[in-house]
């Protein structure tokens, strides 16, 4: 690269099993991670100085008061939450999202932050607003919604801007993150080719949790939901996907964008199985009413720094919610209850720091 890195850098990642030796190997050694253990201490992790690793004991001592509701982010993706938050009390410049999984290529980390030295930016937009990452007409990252594979997201047009990016989310291959019922009747490419090295989004993206970098302000309105339950179906997979929505819709009416492309890590867990398909079944369902609260919510939030406004989105999405209570099955709404109070949870544990 062409360029000084002048960013304070922390990669972050949710571990629920000791990651592979690749992984490890190709982990960037210059740069602090910081581990959120979900295995409870069973880690086998390197001895390295600037690997910070929170078991639950250490998880109970940073959050207090809040550890209790914490618990039910505990054996899910979203359980990283808490490594932003550190990431961002630590006054990290930029905060690395990684997998234990996802092994990092050669420039993983100039690849992410260069994104954000550019004055000007290729954009990539379409009619309905919404962009598929992987650029095909079969294959659609997960996340996407069924009813937008259409024409209208299919036919792209790129344009230049001189926005900010604040958050560039990498792509994957070997195993590449696509909705597990898609998976059943073929199987799937193990990688796709990328017509961009990097372009930024006039609408919206899928936005998978398992290889970005973020800019430290955004990280108060950047919020994995936790997992719920519809009856006896556990809903899950969905953490990052419905925490990006809102993400990119308060990253809009702030004037940022949200990029994607390289870095491309090497996916090495396959996730497709029933379960997997039995956790992503209601995503599908609810993801049109769980929309359609968050697009209310957010048009009443006035442009401000991201921790306001997402403290005003929680509000309103609580107050939106209600409005709808009797104008859907009452599973749903419940649900939506437990997911609104865990985006106030989320605000109160900013508002503490």
């Known amino acids: 690269m062409m360029y000084s890195n002048p960013y304070k850098i922390a990669i972050t990642s949710p571990v629920p099993a000791t990651p592979t030796q690749k992984f490890l190997n190709a982990l960037p050694?210059?740069?602090?991670?910081?581990?959120?253990?979900?295995?409870n201490g069973k880690l086998n992790l390197l001895k390295r100085g600037n690997i910070f690793s929170y078991d639950y004991l250490r998880q109970k001592k940073v959050?207090?008061?809040?550890?209790?509701?914490?618990?039910?982010f505990h054996h899910s993706a979203a359980c990283r939450n808490l490594a932003h938050y550190l990431a961002y009390k630590e006054g990290y410049d930029v905060v690395f999202s990684l997998d234990y999984d996802c092994v990092a290529p050669r420039g993983f980390i100039?690849?992410?932050?260069?994104?954000?030295?550019?004055?000007?930016?290729?954009?990539?937009?379409?009619?309905?607003?919404?962009?598929?990452?992987?650029?095909?007409?079969?294959?659609?990252?997960?996340?996407?919604?069924?009813?937008?594979?259409?024409?209208?997201s299919i036919d792209v047009s790129v344009t230049t801007t001189n926005k900010r990016v604040v958050l560039n989310m990498g792509l994957w291959r070997n195993v590449v993150d696509i909705n597990a019922i898609d998976k059943v009747l073929s199987k799937p490419p193990k990688k796709f080719k990328a017509a961009y090295d990097h372009i930024s989004v006039n609408g919206f993206i899928p936005l998978c949790g398992m290889n970005n970098a973020f800019l430290r302000e955004i990280i108060p309105a950047y919020f994995f939901l936790p997992n719920f339950k519809i009856g006896d179906c556990v809903v899950s997979r969905h953490d990052d996907i419905?925490?990006?929505?809102?993400?990119?819709?308060?990253?809009?009416?702030?004037?940022?964008?949200i990029s994607f492309g390289k870095p491309v890590v090497f996916h090495e867990r396959e996730s497709y199985r029933p379960k997997a398909l039995y956790h992503e079944h209601y995503i599908h369902i609810l993801e049109p009413y769980f929309y359609e609260i968050v697009d209310a919510a957010v048009e009443k939030v006035k442009r401000n720094t991201y921790l306001n406004m997402f403290a005003d989105f929680s509000e309103n999405f609580e107050i939106e919610l209600k409005r709808r209570k009797g104008k859907m099955p009452s599973p749903y709404y419940a649900a939506f209850v437990y997911l609104s109070d865990s985006m106030n949870l989320w605000k109160q544990i900013f508002q503490k720091f």
């Open 110 to 152: 100039d690849e992410h932050t260069s994104v954000f030295f550019r004055k000007k930016q290729k954009m990539i937009s379409s009619k309905s607003g919404w962009v598929n990452p992987l650029g095909s007409k079969k294959w659609f990252s997960r996340g996407f919604p069924y009813r937008e594979r259409r024409k209208e």
């Open 63 to 72: 959050l207090g008061r809040f550890y209790d509701r914490f618990v039910d």
């Open 242 to 257: 419905w925490g990006g929505y809102i993400l990119q819709k308060l990253v809009h009416k702030r004037g940022d964008l």
């Open 29 to 39: 050694p210059k740069y602090d991670w910081i581990v959120i253990d979900d295995s």
